[in-house]
């Protein structure tokens, strides 16, 4: 009746440097299910951290000790049985399923790995997962699809993989129930991703979607600055690449460093200043998406919301401080903008690929690329640089288009669905965040060794943020990276445009969820 779990974790990890003990991990500590066909849900209390006396997370994504998590018990009863129950999901496209059920041993390190995950949350809780895939052809259509389900048939998915773009961006988070109210989440614990959960709400008492281990692209969309490694180390003899590493670990990359590298390193072979379309030029730096540019936007430390007395999200913008951002990027992008090539709908990644680009701002998720997998010289990545030396710590946004978990209203097997799901999360946690972060990351997909440190960095600084998430399409979200786009510093007349468009929306959310109010 059940999906054999085949050679349970144990052909994957030969993959991944013969890591067998987590193999075992996957079954461990847990008691036989029941035989009776029904699910245990009746036959006792969910145990809690609260009375389990065992460690909470405080809210950060905790990355320490990940070889120590296979044992770890979490908060589900031990018997549970649902005797075969199809647990349904509904997901974008087809690269996105690497967060609901990968594929069967295909050699992709990371579906492996998430296939063999859902083996064993089926085994423990006597269930079949099985997702379906959307035939929507971006975020919008998906948007549009989700909420006609909604409306038309809630109860047809347990659970909805969505990214933040469409069920955020687009309005759509009122279709989902508020994640608090289901007692089987255990949301106060390690595997789930508090403070990214608190970054996508609206109102903090009312909070919509998952996010945690259950989704690795909360690990891959975030934004990261590519290093032609090979070229660095020729072009920065003295320095070389250990020394861009000690700049970035002593908190000293920023902004005009990265703009002296990118003049240094720039070669116009024949002298006609026309940066890429000639095939001999090196440039300092690339970039052609809008979004590489919110990438940078958000790695600054431009303070734009905060939240009143009920937890709801009020408009809070450092002018100032943006006005500085938009100068710098202005300045590297447009006004002094030797070796720097920007084209909006540029494909990002093939020109640093080919060897032809010192730095290109990209994803996290490029590491796993098969145009990465081609390139002959060696890469590796850092943070985005800080604004400047007034900026503390790194910034690593998190992209609206990584996925969250959401159950729609009117779904009424809410013990079911948030009980799966909570399953997931913690199998990830447990067998499939050890071997994706610290071998397949750090690993597989890099070509150094030095790239470990900076991804520690990087995933220790990610975060997402309100503002952006609600307003990734315009007003006062992207504000820094469109004024940019202008190539003239409008910060002021344009936060003084959008601020009240801003405000209003923010207003009308909150008189609609408390209309007493």
Not at 234 to 244: A, C, H, R, S
């Amino acid at each position: 009746m059940f999906p054999e779990k085949g050679t349970d974790m144990k052909k994957l990890i030969a993959l991944l440097l013969c890591l067998a003990a987590m193999g075992t991990s996957l079954a461990a500590c847990r008691k036989n299910p029941s035989s009776s066909g029904e699910a245990s849900s009746t036959k006792g209390a969910v145990t809690t951290p609260e009375d389990s006396g065992r460690q909470e997370g405080d809210g950060s994504r905790d990355l320490s000790d990940l070889s120590q998590r296979a044992d770890t018990k979490d908060y589900l009863p031990e018997d549970l049985n649902y005797g075969g129950k199809e647990f349904v999901t509904y997901s974008f496209k087809e690269q996105y399923e690497m967060d609901v059920q990968g594929t069967e041993y295909t050699g992709d390190v990371v579906k492996d790995l998430v296939y063999s995950r859902n083996r064993a949350v089926e085994e423990r809780l006597k269930c079949v997962i099985v997702n379906k895939r959307s035939p929507a052809k971006n975020f919008v259509d998906f948007a549009a699809e989700v909420k006609n389900i909604q409306q038309v048939a809630p109860e047809s998915y347990h659970a909805i993989f969505t990214m933040g773009n469409s069920a955020i961006q687009l309005g759509n988070f009122n279709l989902y129930q508020d994640v608090d109210d289901m007692s089987r989440l255990s949301l106060k614990s390690g595997w789930w991703w508090n403070q990214a959960m608190q970054e996508v709400s609206f109102d903090v008492n009312h909070r919509k979607f998952l996010i945690g281990d259950i989704c690795l692209s909360n690990y891959t969309r975030c934004g990261v600055m590519l290093v032609n490694l090979t070229d660095y180390n020729n072009k920065f003899p003295e320095e070389k690449i250990d020394g861009l590493y000690q700049l970035v670990q002593d908190r000293n990359w920023t902004m005009a460093e990265l703009k002296a590298r990118v003049r240094q390193a720039y070669v116009d072979v024949d002298g006609n200043g026309v940066r890429l379309e000639d095939s001999g030029d090196f440039l300092g730096l690339s970039l052609g998406n809008i979004e590489m540019i919110k990438f940078m936007e958000y790695a600054f430390d431009v303070k734009r919301y905060s939240r009143d007395a009920d937890g709801c999200a009020i408009l809070d913008y450092d002018v100032n401080r943006a006005v500085t951002a938009a100068d710098k990027l202005i300045d590297l992008l447009f006004d002094d903008n030797e070796g720097v090539y920007w084209q909006e709908g540029y494909q990002n990644g093939s020109e640093f690929a080919q060897g032809r680009t010192l730095f290109q701002v990209s994803w996290m998720s490029m590491l796993l690329s098969g145009n990465m997998a081609k390139m002959e010289k060696t890469y590796t990545i850092v943070p985005l640089p800080m604004l400047d030396e007034q900026q503390k710590e790194y910034t690593t946004n998190v992209q609206n288009s990584s996925q969250m978990v959401g159950f729609l209203k009117g779904m009424q097997e809410v013990e079911f669905a948030s009980t799966v799901v909570e399953a997931m999360c913690t199998e990830s946690y447990r067998s499939v965040i050890f071997p994706f972060y610290e071998t397949a990351l750090k690993i597989q997909y890099a070509r150094e060794s030095g790239i470990a440190g900076m991804i520690d960095i990087i995933m220790k600084t990610a975060t997402k943020n309100f503002l952006y998430e609600y307003e990734a399409g315009g007003g006062c979200g992207v504000l820094i990276s469109q004024v940019v786009l202008m190539e003239s510093n409008q910060i002021v007349s344009e936060y003084g445009r959008r601020a009240t468009t801003t405000s209003e929306l923010l207003e009308k959310w909150k008189r609609d969820l408390y209309p007493q109010k």
